[in-house]
């Protein structure tokens, strides 16, 4: 019999909750985004045009993150890379 050790979930993530956070604009045709599903902190980058990327946010249901929920991401990304918050060396 195998042994598995079955990971707790975070209790912060909702599992269906769709969230964009977006990065920039490209030509000033394009929306530049990270989409994630459940957990904020995983998340793919994709590029659209502009009316493409408003529809796909209404049909995922999809929050935009807040400034202060894009500030906690990246400090939490910072922490992870750097090893502490801010410190980029």
């Excluded at 969230?19 to 659209?48: K, Q, W």
């Amino acid at each position: 019999m195998i042994d598995i050790e079955v990971p707790v979930p975070n209790p912060g993530v909702v599992p269906d909750a769709c969230f964009v956070r977006v990065l920039g604009m490209r030509n000033g045709r394009f929306v530049e985004f990270e989409f994630s599903i459940g957990d904020p902190d995983l998340a793919v980058e994709m590029i659209m045009p502009t009316p493409l990327f408003e529809a796909f946010c209404l049909r995922h249901g999809a929050q935009r993150l807040t400034p202060e929920q894009e500030a906690g991401l990246e400090r939490d990304r910072c922490k992870w890379q750097y090893g502490q918050p801010g410190v980029q060396d």
